[in-house]
């Protein structure tokens, strides 16, 4: 009996440590501190210096960002929410720059400095035993996960809308390859070959809101077609050369080095609207 009374106080013993330790790791903060405590809502210029390119980013009334280098053109929300993060990153560890060897942190010739308004934050290499990275703001060197790197050296199409064409486009006319979409003179979408009413007005949708699934550098190849796609209160069409049609749909822009890249099923979306009798362009 003796020995079973010791055994049940050393188990409410242990039950009531493990109770207290699990009580106490809850009420105990272990968030990593922050990089700044900057709101990035309130950003509303990004600039980012990459090897020997630039590109800069502003904000929008509308709240939408804008590239205007290296050229201009609207960029993508997303994205740039992903950059604005790095103002609130969570930090392994900071360090005095006097106690560093900036030259092995990479920190003394930076690939990449960024600005986010008046704070510019410059990132060094990987620490190949933590896989951190090293970032210098300020007169600190701090290490934070290796998230934001790989978007940042990227060629600067991904930071570019996915959209087809600018935020709030109204569509006055298309040229497609095979047919010229536009209002008659009661504001009715016709389109001059044989063609259903409901085939025009879901071509018109697609183009103001479909997206690609990326961007990326425009690479040169035989072209299959031209689109031209006329909006509201613009002098010059949006002009897509097609590109390539497998295993996706690849629609260019030359004059400003991108090009969309979108599933295949878009071709008859975009381009050949059903109805028409034109099938799928031969390859060169």
Do not use: C
Not at 96 to 106: F, S
Not at 270 to 283: C, F, M, Q, V
Request: zero cysteines; charged letters at 20%.
């Amino acid at each position: 009996m003796f020995k079973h009374n010791i055994l049940n106080l050393a188990l409410f013993v242990i039950l009531v440590s493990l109770a207290t330790t699990i009580y106490f790791s809850e009420e105990t903060d272990y968030s990593l501190p922050l990089l700044t405590d900057a709101d990035p809502n309130n950003i509303t210029s990004i600039n980012i210096q990459h090897n020997a390119s630039e590109t800069r980013i502003v904000k929008q009334q509308n709240d939408h960002w804008q590239i205007t280098r290296p050229i201009d053109i609207a960029a993508n929300n997303f994205r740039i929410s992903s950059i604005l993060k790095l103002l609130n990153a969570p930090v392994h560890n900071r360090y005095a720059i006097k106690d560093l060897d900036l030259e092995k942190t990479g920190l003394n010739d930076p690939e990449i400095t960024v600005q986010l308004d008046g704070y510019t934050i410059t990132f060094g290499v990987m620490n190949p035993v933590t896989n951190l990275r090293f970032i210098k703001l300020n007169d600190a060197v701090y290490t934070i996960e290796d998230v934001y790197f790989p978007l940042l050296s990227s060629f600067f199409g991904t930071l570019v809308s996915l959209n087809l064409l600018p935020p709030d486009s109204n569509i006055e006319k298309l040229i497609l390859m095979n047919q010229t979409i536009a209002k008659d003179d009661k504001g009715r979408w016709q389109s001059n070959i044989d063609i259903s009413a409901d085939d025009v007005v879901n071509v018109i949708q697609h183009w103001q809101s479909q997206q690609a699934f990326a961007v990326h550098e425009y690479i040169q190849r035989g072209a299959l077609g031209e689109v031209f796609i006329y909006t509201k209160d613009q002098q010059q069409p949006v002009n897509y050369v097609i590109t390539d049609i497998d295993p996706w749909l690849i629609i260019a822009r030359p004059e400003l080095g991108l090009e969309y890249h979108l599933d295949v099923e878009n071709y008859k979306l975009l381009i050949n609207p059903a109805g028409s009798d034109k099938t799928l362009p031969a390859e060169n």
